[in-house]
């Protein structure tokens, strides 16, 4: 079913430009590491502003790195509406995370250049800054200054895992802004993104309305045991740290599996002093719990302290917990979301509707302005995997329900 809107998604142009962001940072395994505020980063940012200017957007960026290209409206005293997603990735990324929302809503803009299309609302593009959190912690932290509890001067201080700051890397690659250029208006925010899931392929549906993002909390837990010979040292009397954390890892695993509403991720482990014939004294790990509903994250927080007490009790050693980071669970606006379903009907696409389990930036973005979100499917479920992978075709589909979406929020200018 064709639309009846006036422009048209170049299938082609989308998929070349993906192909091509594809190769700045691009892996020996096929995918891409472009950890936020690197050489790569700055490289990405580069070809994206190059890109800006052949759509005819105007681009300025802020204190914190965003970058946002603009479209006029009709009326220049309207709140624009705002789409777009990230460019950094995580250190074994692919190639569809978070670009293929820059680049789809790029390919939005030429389409409507392409027709002679103008809105009554101004357009923006954004790009925004370290939304994966790889080397920066928290996750979405340039959002979270603009629109949630992050203050700006955690932002710069965070610091990576060589002691550089935010706010130094910001400067060494350019892109420190000004305050002046953040978004401070919008009538709705978009965020088109692979589903990093396998909900949608498993259904055979092309397209994924999603109602909200899942809530979301970090920890560092810190299991102190005591370091020893490798040698002398008799099994019975060994203060393991790292035996330890691995009972802990499946009982934790176990507790979430009881709740059945929730997700429970053990992905890092420092182990100290981690030399081959030592007994480890200390282990440092992180532990990342999800779900859609506050009230479940917190019973799964309460099963994971009670879990962590009890390996302490029974392996003599001492378990602290400590969360880092909190990003409740948000609804969408469901204007948006009527409208997103809306689009998707009416290219005839099938669709359904879902919650993201990964963090995005949409969620702090709703927490001030009216936002939602449209999914494509993602091969096998995979993402931060090197092997992602979203069909042309797909990756086209979503952009063209994008398309859709944009110029009902923004509205055609009916006089031009």
Not at 127 to 149: D, H, I, K
Not at 223 to 229: C, D, N, S, T, V
Not at 343 to 365: F, M, S
Request: with cysteine; net charge negative.
């Amino acid at each position: 079913m064709l639309t009846p809107l006036p422009a048209r998604i170049d299938a082609d142009r989308l998929w070349s430009r993906l192909m091509t962001m594809a190769e700045v940072g691009k892996t020996t395994g096929g995918g891409v590491c472009r950890l936020a505020l690197t050489d790569e980063d700055r490289a990405a940012r580069d070809l994206l502003a190059e890109w800006f200017g052949a759509a005819g957007l105007s681009v300025r960026v802020d204190d914190l790195g965003n970058m946002y290209g603009r479209r006029a409206g009709a009326d220049p005293d309207a709140p624009p509406v705002v789409f777009g997603s990230h460019l950094d990735t995580v250190p074994t990324g692919g190639r569809f995370d978070g670009a293929l929302g820059v680049l789809g809503a790029v390919e939005v803009v030429h389409a409507l250049n392409d027709a002679g299309c103008r809105t009554r609302a101004p357009l923006e593009v954004v790009n925004w800054t370290n939304e994966e959190g790889a080397r920066f912690q928290p996750a979405m932290l340039a959002s979270g200054v603009l629109f949630g509890p992050l203050p700006l001067e955690a932002a710069y201080a965070a610091r990576d895992a060589s002691g550089r700051t935010f706010g130094e890397e910001l400067d060494r690659i350019g892109y420190r802004g000004s305050a002046a250029n953040r978004l401070a208006r919008c009538a709705a925010y978009l965020e088109l993104h692979v589903e990093q899931g396998p909900v949608l392929e498993r259904a055979g549906t092309q397209i994924g309305v999603v109602e909200g993002v899942e809530g979301i909390s970090w920890s560092r837990v810190q299991i102190l045991g005591r370091a020893a010979h490798a040698g002398p040292t008799p099994m019975a009397e060994r203060r393991d740290a790292l035996v330890a954390a691995a009972r802990l890892v499946l009982l934790l695993r176990d507790a979430a599996g009881a709740l059945g509403t929730v997700r429970l991720t053990v992905g890092r482990l420092d182990v100290l002093p981690n030399t081959v014939n030592v007994v480890p004294g200390a282990v440092e790990m992180t532990l990342d719990i999800r779900s859609r509903r506050d009230d479940d994250l917190e019973a799964a927080l309460r099963a994971a302290d009670r879990v962590c007490g009890d390996v302490a009790s029974a392996d003599d050693v001492t378990v602290r917990r400590a969360e880092f980071w909190r990003s409740p669970a948000t609804p969408f606006a469901g204007r948006v979301i009527a409208i997103v379903a809306g689009a998707a009907a009416g290219r005839g696409y099938t669709a359904a509707r879902l919650w993201a389990g990964a963090g995005h930036d949409a969620k702090y973005v709703a927490d001030r302005f009216p936002a939602g979100m449209i999914f494509v499917p993602s091969a096998g479920g995979l993402s931060h995997n090197e092997e992602e992978w979203t069909s042309p075709e797909d990756c086209a589909r979503g952009a063209a329900v994008l398309l859709d979406t944009v110029l009902t929020l923004a509205e055609l200018d009916r006089t031009a």
